[in-house]
């Protein structure tokens, strides 16, 4: 099944954190919080304007973006769970890939 979100809508699949600090202790699910950190899955047209004009979104599939803690809402799509949310809940698009500051053996 494919879905397409409406107006200024996207879906985000959010990216998991950590599940163990630095000091090496594991974190269970039940104490992790949920990530800020997600990546756009689709996007919808846009919104439009008061002239009736689309206007288009500033973020494009496959976006790596933070969000608000409690934004969007959260959805089961094909056994996956992801979340909806306005363009203007998103906070920002992270630029660039994060690199790791472990290096290979």
């Not at 206007?55 to 996956?80: A, M, N, Q």
């Amino acid at each position: 099944m494919k879905f397409r979100p409406l107006h200024d809508r996207v879906v985000v699949r959010r990216l998991e954190g950590d599940t163990k600090t630095a000091g090496g202790i594991i974190i269970p699910d039940t104490a992790k919080e949920k990530p800020q950190e997600g990546e756009i899955i689709a996007v919808g047209a846009g919104a439009r304007d008061e002239s009736g004009k689309i206007v288009p979104l500033d973020v494009k599939s496959g976006d790596r973006i933070l969000f608000g803690k409690w934004s969007g809402t959260e959805v089961k799509i094909d056994g996956e769970d992801l979340l909806i949310m306005k363009e203007s809940d998103i906070m920002g698009v992270i630029e660039g890939v994060a690199k790791s500051s472990k290096k290979a053996a």
